[in-house]
């Protein structure tokens, strides 16, 4: 039995495009809209399947759905919030943004204390964008954080639990300001320095003698640098207080391992490179833990 009559999705990219796809597969709505400024977007998602209905014009669509799961960048996010605010202000409405605190404080400036909006972010994506991106069961198996504030209803979490819950997920419940902090350092971070190892490769003059030596490693370390720049410079600049802090331990930690470079030290480098492959070896032993519980 579908949960919601009809849900809409704006943004039919990686994630909301494999979120239609699921949502009609598993028959968690009898129907799915998307939103789209691009009607070259819509037309894909309409011809392909992954859309019953679709609107490049947001207020036609939006005033009969149940559920609308905002998938578009950060920076667009509020204005959806005005439209809602306007045309439709008691929808039950979540998001995929990858920093939450400014989503949720803009939820409660425009929608209000008492709006039925709860913040959520999929550990779920690829290096891909876009529609062809697309794939099904994306969400299968991985986990969602739900961020409420301290305004958001209990019936309305459990909405989203069990919306998240019918695509496969678990969800986990963290505060939007303790969820940046954490991505800061989990997801965050790591992109920000694939950026900068990409730029010393760009710096290198003769990348035609340099290609025969790049192996997996390089080209695995580096994957999600292809990931889409104007999504990640809004999450950088987004959630740059907690970058900057790591960074600034980043930077301590470098510094540390480059006065035992200078002095040539071997067995303090093993020491400190052995003790980094203790916490990765721990890390994977707590994941697998942790996901068979």
Known sequence: MAKFQKVGITG?????????LDIKKRKIAKTVVGFSRRQSTLEKAKAIGLVDACFSNFEDGIKDIDLLVLA????????????IKKHNPGLLVTDVASVKSPVVKDAIRILGKDSN?????????????????VRKNLFEGKFVIITPCR???????SKIQDFWAALGSTTVILSPEEHDRLLALTSHIPHFI????LSLFDKFKDKSTLL???????????????????????????NRKNILGYLSEFKQNMSDIVEIL??????RLTEKLAGYKKVRDELDEKRENFQGS
Do not use: Q
């Not at 694939?194 to 190892?197: E, F, G, I, P, T």
């Open 117 to 133: 909006f709860v913040g959520s972010h999929p550990i779920a994506g690829s290096d891909r964008s876009g529609i062809d991106a």
């Open 194 to 197: 694939v950026y900068l190892l």
């Open 72 to 83: 578009t960048p950060i920076g667009v996010i509020k204005e959806y919030f005005l439209k």
């Open 151 to 157: 305004y958001t209803k209990g019936e309305n979490i």
């Open 12 to 20: 039919i990219g990686l994630i909301g495009g494999s979120l239609a």
């Open 212 to 238: 025969p030596c790049i192996g997996t490693g390089f080209i695995d370390t580096t994957r999600i640098g292809g990931s889409s720049p104007e999504m990640w410079a809004e999450i950088f600049i987004a």
């Open 262 to 267: 200078k002095e040539g030290d071997v067995k």
